[in-house]
């Protein structure tokens, strides 16, 4: 069964984005949410296999939705999304249980690769 | 990656963002302390950066990152908001305007680096923090580098060179006692990857799940703070086999490569720890390897130096310019093509509220269950019972009628679309004329048609802007005058009945008409016994006719002569009309009001000559009955009193060259439409009825008759034209 994903990121762009690169290489896209607050939802909605978080974000940052998730779920998926010069966050959510993270800009190939090693 | 499938989405968010940004800034300026802000800034130049960077727009993509830089030292209390920075902001928003306008035409962000702006957005960052830091960075950068060179060749057996002392390599010998492992690991690292500490951190966390981590080169803190080229070294006892490390760590994007081997300690075998001889040499290098981390220390504390926020940010701009260089040399070599594409990129989207959608998917499931029933009702072998296709009938208006309502509504949107930058654009008014103003807003929720909002955006601006020049009065009048000192615009919008009034108002001198009167008189425009009959309402419409200023002096802000008469005509092309209120000393207010939506009007449908026109029902005030004889001439002009109003007859036969039913009748039928403040009276020969009609325009042939606005195709497949009851007045 195809695997599906939770896309987390304020820009619909960055969301559609994803959506399209994971779509083309045969993942199923969960649900959407445009902030932490809202992850946290679609993830108890949806009970994705993976997530794709964007640090900064409205309303609850990607960090907080991370530490919120995995409460959840222990053993919940997380790849994080970030910029450069987020190092500092990156690695406080790798200690908060990311599984894995990507830097924009995106490259598809990068963004597949983490999402099949997360899901390994 | 083909990204240019994503240019609309791209393009409609980056100018939500840059106004939220304007917004938020406007806020700042009143507000430089407000967190909430500061965050919001820094939040939307961070998108701004990622969106702008994965479509490879990379000037943009700098300039949003200095953006986003400067807000970052803001945002951690390093720096203070000064309007200098408020100032350098606006002027960035500015910047990226033009990219975007840039992209919207041509898909290609321009050339303009605004080197400028950057320098400027640097020189905002405290600077006894950046300069020293930048430089430490550049030389900790160089040394690793020679350093990482030279194992590469022989990464083989790197952790067998790594210095332990001998806590660690008794730590190991008791591993081993124990029957634990101890293994050397060799970690390389892609060279494109970006944060390499942050993905070196996922190795550490994921061999640290599997074995204890006893010693590492660089160490794990220098690890963690980046100081590292490309690989690392790590030494793990674990009770796993090394193949189970290999590969959990092969797992991990961005590894270049991973070697491991068992660890050879210095000596063969295990009984060295107890010899004097061999702590010497074993503990002498580690003080130096103690001063050495000593000193990258208090840099590796606290946040990411800029620098080297910066440095990274260096490296992928070649990267990814080199990466859109084929795509501009292909778009050059076929320009055509560009233009076309560039066109393209012009399409309009707009964003539904998905329950719009359901709602109108809903609703086109009820019309094809209206047609089946009809369909049913008519078929052969049933005698379709009459008021069973009535009832049909109503059912399949009622569908219809909602269908249009939420059509209609998916079209609609917002004109806070554009009334949202006005406040910044006051803002720079105020600041060029040294005016104090103050610009408030009501109603911008209230909705039209998106093709309306999209071109009311220049006329607005341009009452905005005439307000703020003309209308307000310098600060000084305005104490004098015992008004103010700061003055007022207003914009209010509302909905009345089936159309939209935007009324632009402001508290300052408003026209002085007598002034107007003058001028008018010395452009030759009007003679002298003309404006002497005129009323203050025809002088004040002067003000519409081309190339009219009555601003002495002409300033950057307006009264270049182009102006209220490109207003008129731009509302009027929507369909719409202007209106001035003024009582000089006071201030002045424009009213326009335009119709909702373009496509769809409620009519009255009268025959005149035989002939079916529609009137907008939206200008219609009343019909009435006259009685001929109630019919009085006045200046050669038939008029009628109608409850205390006189107001001229039109004949429509006459105006419309049409048969008409000449001969005198006791009654007539009149409609009386209204156009602002002003009626007439329509003669017509009968009325027909109420009706929804579809406007279709004339296209070129409506142009030589002005009174008719469009036609419209009736239910029968007549047409019929609709009269612009506006130009008959």
């Not at chain 2, 963002?17 to 961070?46: C, G, K, V, W, Y």
């Not at chain 2, 430490?136 to 060749?153: F, G």
């Not at chain 2, 002569?561 to 490109?566: K, R, T």
């Not at chain 2, 039913?661 to 009276?681: F, Q, S």
Request: aromatic share 4%.
């Amino acid at each position: 069964m195809a695997k599906s994903v939770l896309i987390c990121d304020d820009a619909a762009f960055m969301r559609m984005m994803i959506r399209d690169i994971l779509t083309k290489n045969g993942f199923v896209v969960a649900a959407e949410a445009e902030n932490g607050v809202k992850a946290i939802e679609k993830y108890q909605e949806t009970h994705p296999d993976l997530v794709l978080m964007d640090i900064t974000m409205p309303e609850m940052d990607g960090i907080q939705a991370l530490k919120e998730i995995r409460k959840l779920n222990p053993n919940a998926q997380v790849v994080m999304c970030s910029a450069m010069g987020q190092q500092a966050m990156v690695i406080e959510s790798i200690q908060a249980g990311a599984r894995d993270f990507i830097v924009k800009p995106f490259q598809a190939d990068r963004v597949i690769d983490a999402v099949r090693k997360a899901l390994e | 990656m083909d990204v240019s499938q994503y240019l609309d989405m791209f393009l409609d968010e980056t100018k939500e963002h840059i106004q939220n940004l304007s917004d938020q800034i406007m806020r700042l300026e009143e507000n430089p302390e407000d967190a909430d802000t500061i965050n919001e800034i820094f939040r939307a130049a961070h998108t701004l950066k990622g969106m702008a960077g994965t479509m490879g727009f990379t000037r943009m993509q700098t300039l949003t990152h200095d953006m986003e830089n400067v807000f970052s030292e803001v945002r951690s209390g390093r720096l203070k908001v000064q309007s200098q920075i408020i100032d350098v902001f606006f002027s960035c928003l500015d910047a990226l305007d033009e990219y975007v306008q840039n992209i919207q035409n041509t898909s290609e962000e321009g050339t303009n680096d605004n080197e400028d702006l950057i320098k400027k957005l640097n020189d905002c960052l405290p600077k006894e923090e950046t300069a020293p830091e930048k430089k430490e960075e550049k030389k900790e950068a160089a040394a690793p580098k020679a350093e990482a060179d030279m194992p590469a060749e022989n990464a083989g057996g790197k952790w067998n060179e790594l210095k332990l002392d001998d806590a660690v390599i008794s730590a190991i010998k008791m591993a081993r006692d124990d029957g634990d492992e101890c293994y050397g690991l060799n970690v390389v690292i892609q060279e494109k990857c970006l944060l390499k500490a942050a993905r070196a951190f996922l190795v550490l966390r994921s061999v640290g799940e599997r074995g204890e981590i006893i010693a590492s080169n660089p160490s794990t803190q220098d690890i963690e703070d980046e100081k590292f080229d490309r690989d690392f070294t790590l030494i793990v006892i674990t009770d796993l086999p090394l193949e189970d490390l290999l590969k959990s760590i092969r797992n991990i994007s961005e590894i270049e490569n991973v070697t491991g081997g068992v660890l050879m300690l210095p000596e063969k075998a295990g009984e060295t720890v107890e010899q004097p001889a061999k702590e010497a040499p074993v503990s002498a290098p580690l003080p130096a390897k103690e001063t050495e981390s000593m000193g990258s220390v208090p840099n590796a504390q606290g946040e990411i130096p800029i620098a080297a926020l910066q440095n990274p940010m260096a490296q992928v701009a070649p990267a990814a310019k080199e990466e859109t260089k084929p795509q501009r040399e292909a778009s050059t070599k076929e320009e055509k093509k560009a233009v076309s594409a560039g066109k393209h990129a012009g399409n309009r989207t707009i964003r539904v509220d998905i329950e719009k959608l359901d709602e109108l998917m809903n609703l086109v499931s009820e019309l094809i269950i209206a047609k089946n029933s009809i369909v049913s009702s008519t078929q052969s072998g049933k005698v379709a019972s009459k008021s069973n296709v009535k009832d049909n009938i109503e059912y399949l208006e009622r569908v219809t009628t909602n269908l249009h309502e939420s059509v209609m509504k998916v079209r609609m949107v917002p004109i806070e679309t554009v009334t949202n930058k006005f406040p910044r654009m006051i803002r720079d008014i105020a600041k060029k004329l040294n005016k104090k103003m103050e610009l408030y807003i009501s109603g911008e929720e209230t909705e039209l048609d998106r093709t309306v909002v999209d071109e009311l955006g220049d006329p607005l601006m341009h009452l905005l802007r005439n307000s703020a020049d003309h209308g307000l009065e310098s600060e000084d009048v305005r104490i004098k005058r015992g008004k103010n000192p700061v003055g007022s615009i207003f914009l209010d919008a509302y909905q009345v009945g089936n159309s939209v009034v935007i009324e632009v108002r402001d508290d300052g001198n408003g026209i002085d008409i007598e002034a107007v009167r003058k001028k008018a008189i010395e452009r030759g425009t009007i003679t002298q016994e003309q404006a002497e009959q005129m009323t203050d309402k025809e002088i004040i419409d002067l003000l519409f006719l081309p190339s009219f200023s009555t601003a002495k002096q002409v300033t950057d802000v307006s009264g270049r002569g182009v102006g209220l008469d490109v207003v008129k005509a731009k509302i009027e092309s929507l369909s719409g009309e202007v209106e001035v209120k003024s009582r000089l000393g006071e201030g002045s207010s424009w009213i326009i009001r335009l119709p909702m939506t373009l496509a769809i009007i409620q009519t009255l449908m009268v025959g005149v000559g035989g002939e079916k026109y529609a009137i907008p029902l939206s200008s219609i005030q009343s019909i009435e009955t006259i009685h001929h004889g109630d019919v009085k001439t006045v200046q050669n002009k038939e008029v009628i009193n109608l409850r205390g109003i006189v107001l001229p007859l039109v004949r429509l036969y006459d105006v419309l060259e049409v048969e008409g039913n000449r001969i005198p009748e006791e009654e007539m039928t009149v409609v009386v439409v209204r156009k602002g403040e002003r009626y007439a009276g329509l003669v017509i020969d009968e009325l027909i009825g109420q009706l929804e009609i579809v406007i279709k325009p004339l296209g070129k042939y409506s142009k030589q008759c002005k009174f008719i606005s469009g036609a419209t195709i009736l239910g029968d497949g007549e047409v019929a034209l609709i009269l612009d009851a506006n130009a008959l007045i």
